[in-house]
């Protein structure tokens, strides 16, 4: 994945610094996002489950790499995602930390 000068970035994080409560975010991609980069723990697999499965529904899913840290490969199951991401012996299998 490549951001070029003058490409929109967007980036969703939780802040510990900010006074409002954070317990989740809504997932709202901006209309015509090409590549999608989803990072997390093990305590948001599920939702990073659910981002999958909306983009690979979408009629042209944009490009994405989820990079996921768990504890135990037992942490992840298969994905109903494009191109069989999130399944066993897949890239996000076969990057757990070891």
Do not use: F, Y
């Not at 209309?31 to 997390?40: E, P, S, W």
């Not at 989820?66 to 066993?88: D, H, I, N």
């Amino acid at each position: 994945m490549h951001a070029r000068p003058g490409a929109r970035v967007v980036l969703l994080a939780p802040d510990a610094d900010c006074a409002a409560r954070s317990e989740g975010w809504e997932w709202k991609p901006p209309a015509g996002v090409d590549q999608v980069l989803l990072v997390a723990d093990e305590t948001a697999l599920q939702a990073v489950a659910g981002i999958l499965e909306e983009l690979a529904a979408l009629a042209d899913p944009p490009r994405t790499l989820a990079l996921l840290e768990v504890a135990q490969a037992g942490g992840l199951r298969p994905a109903s995602a494009a191109g069989g991401a999130g399944t066993p012996g897949s890239g996000l299998e076969r990057g757990r930390r070891r």
